[in-house]
């Protein structure tokens, strides 16, 4: 964990290299640093999915519409001003990726936070030694 989840209108795969998009807030993650400035998610902890929907209703279905809606799921234990900041940043950086779609079309972003009090949490990675330091 962290774990992003963009969830979109699959009428946008003709329109944003998603590999770009995901990476871009991937990047956008890694580069978070919490108040005293240490990095906020671990790096080979840090991952993000994207999934088109293939069957959507946007509004009133009158137009071509597109939607994003992007799920940043943490653990617990990062302050509020924290994930204040993270999410600020991957807006800020949705908007600027997707800033050419915006001009041609009718499209909606949402960004949601959410912090885990999972019931039952389990990881077993080779990922995360290859970043440990020592």
Known sequence: ???????????????????????????TMLAARDEAGAQVFPTGGTRVFAMPAAYFA???GQRDYAFL??????????????????GEALLAAAKDELAEVFARRLLGVTLQVDQGDESYGAKHSNIHPLFSKG
């Open 1 to 27: 964990m962290p774990h992003l989840v963009v969830l979109y209108t699959n009428n946008l795969d003709r329109e944003v290299d998603m590999n770009r998009f995901c990476r871009r807030m991937a990047d």
């Open 58 to 60: 946007v509004a009133d």
């Open 69 to 86: 809606y992007l799920n940043l799921r943490m653990g617990r234990g990062r302050s509020e001003l924290v994930r204040t900041r993270v």
